[in-house]
């Protein structure tokens, strides 16, 4: 299950990762720049969020969902 938003582990994300579906393969460097910057941008809004633990903070993961890809397209 993912995590919810944790100020803690926010406070200290020196990465951004996003994990993205099989079915969005085709989608160009741009579009997909354009979505990820949304995405982690509002990461309390993300559908499906995690934190990776690293030597130097933590990696805020964000697997992009059908829910996520409705919400940044209205934006």
Known sequence: MPNALDPYREALVVEYHTVWPDDC???SAADKA???ALLHASPTEAADLDY???HTGFARVITVTPTDL???SVA
């Open 25 to 27: 393969e085709d989608w």
């Open 34 to 36: 354009r979505v990820e």
């Open 52 to 54: 990776v633990r690293q």
């Open 70 to 72: 409705e919400r940044v």
